[in-house]
């Protein structure tokens, strides 16, 4: 619910599908974001507990290299770069906050929402073949995450 455009009143309090199938603009607030990392486990770091943010990422891309059902639930968004925008604003903040203890889901490509630190060469449309294939390092992620390690 964050995330949907508040110019858009027929998408309050919707999410998900939902919002996608009603055509609801996506966009990312870091401000929110922040407000709601700090309330569920931000404020940890500040009472002096060990804190580790497990099994956050995205795809750089959403909805493009998605799912063929999420492309076709999303193809009206113009903005192709709301995931990375959320996978950035999440580094920022772990940065700032001084939490470098984080796992990136995940290393293998296999994941099809997300992807992984590894690319592949499976496309829905193109190269339905290619599941289970690696290719390269995706440098986008390794970068966002190596940000962290600085």
Request: aromatic content about 14%.
């Amino acid at each position: 619910m964050q995330f949907m455009d508040p110019v858009q009143p027929q998408c309050v309090g919707l999410e998900g599908d939902a919002a996608g199938n009603n055509g609801c603009n996506i966009v990312i607030n870091p401000v929110l974001l922040e407000q709601g990392w700090e309330e569920h486990f931000g404020y940890l770091k500040g009472e002096n507990y060990a804190l580790s943010v497990n099994a956050w990422s995205g795809n750089p891309d959403w909805p493009d290299n998605a799912q063929i059902l999420m492309q076709t639930r999303y193809s009206y968004l113009t903005d192709h770069t709301v995931d990375w925008q959320w996978q950035n604003a999440l580094v920022d903040y772990l940065i700032e906050r001084g939490i470098c203890n984080t796992c990136y889901w995940q290393f293998n490509p296999e994941s099809l929402d997300t992807g992984g630190l590894y690319d592949h060469a499976y496309d829905p449309y193109n190269n339905t073949g290619g599941w289970g294939t690696w290719k390269g390092m995706d440098s986008r992620k390794l970068n966002l995450v190596g940000q962290i390690l600085e």
